[in-house]
């Protein structure tokens, strides 16, 4: 009878020994549970992140310069050193410009106005310019004395100077053109002032006044 018995104790023994090896072999329900990690995640938050360390690594710099060149795709300034600086102008760069507001674009932007460009290096190395704007100057009058060779009324006149060179101007509703008992006078061949502000951001110049001078008979 304790034979038996000891065989019984011994047997339940092995057998508790066995269940507790294949619990602990088999996966819990919460391993069996956890998805697979994607592998296309994985390059994604990676690529991420190291777009993000680029962005860090490239600052943002600020320059002022007078305009040397510039394209639909590019810029070339002249800094106060007398260096050259060359940024790329992309459809994400932002056009400032005083007084065309935000109808302002690539081709306003005329050689010779002084400009602030903000600029970042780009995948490449090349500098990618994220926004120009031209910076005003001081305002001031112009008075040119010349031979009027075209006329539009309404339109635009051209003058010839006194050397030689030739002169368009804008003509608007409130240009004055005086005096007023010589308006009818205004033609091709007659010597005039015209009177214009200087446009600070390099555009077309835009006569406030005309001033018609005598003829030869006082007129």
């Not at 005086?178 to 205004?186: F, G, H, N, S, T």
Request: aromatic share 4%.
């Amino acid at each position: 009878m304790k034979k038996w018995i000891t065989w019984i104790i011994l047997a339940v023994f092995f057998l508790s020994i066995t269940i507790s090896r294949v619990s602990a072999e088999a996966p819990s329900a919460d391993a069996a549970a956890k998805p697979t990690p994607n592998p296309e995640k994985i390059i994604r938050q990676t690529q991420h992140a190291e777009d993000k360390a680029d962005r860090v690594k490239s600052p943002k710099l600020h320059y002022q310069g007078i305009v040397l060149e510039v394209t639909p795709g590019s810029l070339t300034l002249t800094l106060e050193d007398g260096t050259n600086l060359l940024a790329g102008i992309t459809e994400s760069t932002k056009i400032q410009i005083p007084s065309l507001g935000k109808d302002a674009a690539v081709g306003d932007i005329l050689p010779g106005v002084k400009v602030s460009v903000q600029i970042q290096a780009g995948e490449s190395g090349e500098w990618i310019a994220l926004r120009i704007h031209v910076i005003p100057g001081k305002p001031a009058k112009i008075h040119r004395v010349g031979i009027v060779t075209e006329y539009i009324a309404g339109t635009s006149i051209t003058i010839q100077s006194r050397d030689d060179q030739l002169y368009t101007f804008l003509v608007t509703p409130d240009t004055k053109i005086l005096p007023e008992e010589r308006m009818d006078k205004l033609a091709t061949g007659r010597l005039v002032t015209i009177i214009c502000p200087r446009d600070v951001t390099g555009g077309p110049h835009t006569a406030i006044g005309i001033v018609i001078h005598p003829d030869q008979s006082g007129e």
